[in-house]
């Protein structure tokens, strides 16, 4: 009897092992409580980017305003879902530790497509860009994602062929990521193109069919559509689902009038910073994290608020489209 109950109980631990690895290949993330309490009571989530904490804004303010942005999102009825890799492991929603923890960590390594793989090999953390956030959200489900600029073609980068992974990513995934646009240290003009060739449906937000340069609302250049709300904006995104399109929809939110940069300012301090950048040698990924603090410190710190007060306008917007997005699906 001793025996047989041994047999069974070995075989009933061969299953379990066999089912915690299963769970384990079928979910490459893992959740926080409180993402994870969302999914079960099917509620409306939106996704949030890490490299704007570790790379795009100084302690405390990027602590600060990674808090204030998942409250926004709360307060309007969506949970937030803020990104990262930590010590190896994809982790969709942060707790409000591990925000703390990587808003001051040191050597928290930028997470694009081409990095994910390696960080999690490594059991590094990493900081996940647009396009490593698209990823997660992919895996994930979770159908919007706010940011506050997404990467693109770079100045010359028809020669330096620095062109944002952020682009392809958006023409392979059924995201809505909400943005101010790109900045004008970038080829706005070649972004909208190449957006155009990976399929991406790009639409202006509110009154304006401009396509917004994120520190300004003017950028010189149309986006291909407008959309009045985030009734529209989730309409968008269900038809695109319908279609199986499998390419992106980004939702362009210009910042507020009342927050925008001086054009001529902005304009001066991206061209000495990109001077700057060129002959320090700067190249590839730090271009962008470069460029973001050399031009925050020559506007005395104007461009980051600018860059706080946009990024909290569309967590208002995104969470909106997520609300009403959940509408259309149910
Ligand atoms: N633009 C910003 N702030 C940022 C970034 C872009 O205004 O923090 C970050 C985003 O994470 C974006 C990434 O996905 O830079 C793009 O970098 P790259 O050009 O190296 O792909
Ligand atoms: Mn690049």
């Known amino acids: 009897m001793a025996y047989r109950l041994k047999g069974i109980s070995k075989l009933v631990q061969r299953n379990l092992g066999f089912l915690r690895n299963y769970s384990e290949s079928r979910h490459p993330f893992v959740y926080s409580k409180e993402v994870s309490r969302a999914k079960s009571e099917n509620m409306p989530i939106v996704a949030l980017e890490s490299t704007i904490i570790t790379h795009g804004m100084p302690y405390p303010q990027n602590l600060e305003t990674a808090l204030e942005v998942e409250n926004i999102i709360r307060q309007r ?4 879902a803020t990104v990262a890799i930590l010590k190896g492991q994809l982790t969709v929603g942060l707790t409000e530790d591990q925000l703390r923890y990587l808003a001051q960590a040191k050597g928290v390594i930028k ?3 081409r990095d994910l793989a390696y960080i999690a090999a490594a059991k590094l953390d990493g900081a996940t860009t647009v396009a490593g956030t ?5 895996l994930a489900d979770i159908p919007v994602f706010v940011t506050g600029g997404i990467g693109g073609v770079h100045r010359e980068g028809e020669s330096t062929l620095d062109i944002s992974a952020d682009l392809n990513e ?32 790009v639409c202006s937000f ?7 340069a994120f520190y300004t609302v003017r950028s010189g250049h149309r986006a291909p559509y407008n959309v009045a709300d985030a009734k529209h ?20 939110v210009p910042v507020p009038r009342r927050d925008a940069m001086d054009e001529k300012v ?3 301090a991206i061209n000495s910073a990109l001077t700057d950048a060129k002959r320090k040698g700067i190249r590839g990924k730090e271009v962008t994290p470069y460029i973001l603090s050399n031009v925050s ?8 608020e600018t860059n706080i007060a946009l990024i909290k306008n569309n967590a208002r917007v995104g969470a909106d489209i997520a609300v009403e997005f959940k509408k259309l699906k149910n």
Do not use: M
């Not at 790109?182 to 991406?200: A, H």
């Not at 509110?206 to 917004?212: A, I, R, T, V």
């Open 134 to 138: 698209i990823i997660a959200s992919e």
């Open 111 to 113: 997470a694009s497509r």
């Open 266 to 268: 902005i304009e001066e």
């Open 206 to 212: 509110g009154e304006s069919n401009e396509f917004p």
């Open 77 to 80: 009825g969506a949970v937030p």
């Open 170 to 201: 958006l023409g392979r995934s059924k995201t809505l990521v909400v943005c101010s646009g790109i900045k004008s240290i970038l080829d706005i003009g070649r972004t909208l193109e190449y957006l155009e060739t990976q399929g991406v449906c």
């Open 233 to 252: 904006a989730a309409r968008i995104l269900h038809e695109s689902h319908r279609f199986h399109l499998n390419s992106g929809v980004v939702i362009a």
């Open 297 to 304: 410190e020559a506007t005395s710190g104007t461009s980051l």
